[in-house]
């Protein structure tokens, strides 16, 4: 009986592991974990790069939240755009940026999280040298998000205020 426990164990084990080398795709030359599938390539005109998006949860009667997990590569971004009901982001990977309009552009990393006031034009995305995870959670009771021009390659390069 003690034999066969000890298999079962060992075999769960590989298990586990095997489904979490399923899990992992190679990035940037390194392997990662993904907590959420990587989506489909986002092919509108509201982002500068290639961004994917996996929607996760589509706002309805009941629950006015949209949530979707987007991948952006190094360099990619969103435009510069607002939620008439807010937005917070989740960063789960990587390193990226955000701004919000008349304020300087800041440094996010995995494990920040972010609160997108509501109406206020900011955007967010990679790094130059980086890719960004992020979920992305969006209340869309007050309306969808409203889309605006893309940011110039100046604010995307522009440096970066430290906080003292």
């Known amino acids: 009986m003690k034999q066969r426990a000890v298999v079962l164990i060992a075999c769960l084990a590989i298990l586990a592991v095997s489904c979490q080398a399923q899990n992992q795709e190679k990035v940037n030359g390194s392997s990662q974990n993904l907590i959420f599938p990587k989506g489909e390539k986002i092919t509108n005109n509201n982002f500068t790069g290639n961004a994917w998006l996996e929607q996760m949860i589509a706002p309805d009667s009941l629950n006015p939240t949209q949530v979707g997990n987007v991948t952006f590569e190094p360099g990619a971004r969103t435009n510069w755009h607002y939620h ?81």
Request: hydrophobic share 30%; glycine share 12%.
């Open 84 to 164: 008439p009901g807010g937005q917070i982001l989740l960063i789960t990977g990587g390193t990226g940026y955000y701004q919000e309009k008349g304020s300087p552009k800041k440094v996010i990393r995995k494990g920040d999280v972010i609160k997108c006031p509501p109406n206020v034009p900011h955007w967010h995305g990679a790094s130059i040298d980086h890719e960004l995870i992020q979920i992305a959670v969006t209340n869309t009771q007050n309306g969808a998000t409203m889309w605006l021009e893309k940011v110039k390659e100046e604010e995307y390069k522009s440096e970066i205020k430290q906080d003292k």
